[in-house]
């Protein structure tokens, strides 16, 4: 019994360094100067030169942990690889920032575990080459705000009227408000728009909880807070 045990830990110790090389070798095209050539996009504003609540919203709703992990938060991750071994397809979430990035820049949506996978790699070679402030940077300028918008500046321009650049004065300051609007879209940017909010009330009520998270993860001041809060219509 004890040769079987020794064995079978050998077996499973070669068939994941198998796995692993697998996926490296996979993984290892990803150009990681692809992130660094965002920076010529004619919208791209640095984290770093918006007000610190446009960024935190995104945060709030998609990744909590973002300043804390190494590009995978393996409390999400665990579980939506279980789910995916279950279900065979990775149709659970757990993706950070970082991965969401991965999966924009260089892989396809389809929803697969080996997708997740590969998604995981070369999040953490991200991770590994860019600053924290340089990733979410590149994220808010690859994720889709309907209308053919990919670029949070671009989004706060066509709908708010509003820049995210703190140092531009040629339009009004992208406000909280209108921070988690945008944040509270990309989920399901077919069905919620920025500028139906006033009307649409699924919105206004997502809206709330982006606002929510941002208050209770101390993103925002209870000023600011309450502030955003008012800015949303009541219903009668």
Wanted: with cysteine; aromatic share 10%.
């Amino acid at each position: 019994m004890k040769k079987i045990g020794c064995g079978l830990l050998i077996v499973i110790i070669v068939l994941v360094l198998a796995v692993s090389g697998f996926f490296y070798f996979k993984t290892a095209s990803a150009d990681m100067n692809n992130i660094k050539s965002l920076q010529a996009n004619r919208y791209y504003v640095s984290a770093e030169n918006m007000p610190n609540y446009a960024p935190a919203a995104f945060i709030a709703v998609e990744d909590k942990r973002f300043y804390r992990h190494d590009g995978i938060d393996w409390k999400g991750t665990g579980r939506s690889i279980g789910i995916a071994l279950k279900n065979q397809s990775a149709s659970q979430g757990g993706s950070t920032i970082t991965q969401q990035l991965a999966k924009n820049l260089y892989l396809s949506s389809e929803k697969t575990l080996s997708r997740k996978i590969s998604e995981m790699m070369i999040a953490k070679r991200i991770e590994n080459n860019y600053s924290k402030s340089e990733i979410i940077s590149a994220y808010l300028t690859t994720i889709y705000f309907g209308n053919d918008i990919y670029n949070i500046e671009e989004a706060a321009n066509t709908y708010f009227g509003t820049t995210t650049d703190a140092s531009y004065t040629g339009m009004p300051q992208i406000t909280v408000l209108q921070s988690a609007i945008l944040a509270s879209t990309i989920n399901a940017p077919s069905t919620y728009h920025p500028d139906q909010f006033q009307t649409d009330t699924a919105l206004q009520a997502r809206t709330r909880s982006t606002l929510d998270k941002m208050h209770d993860q101390s993103l925002i001041t209870d000023a600011q807070y309450n502030e955003a809060i008012a800015g949303i219509p009541t219903t009668n």
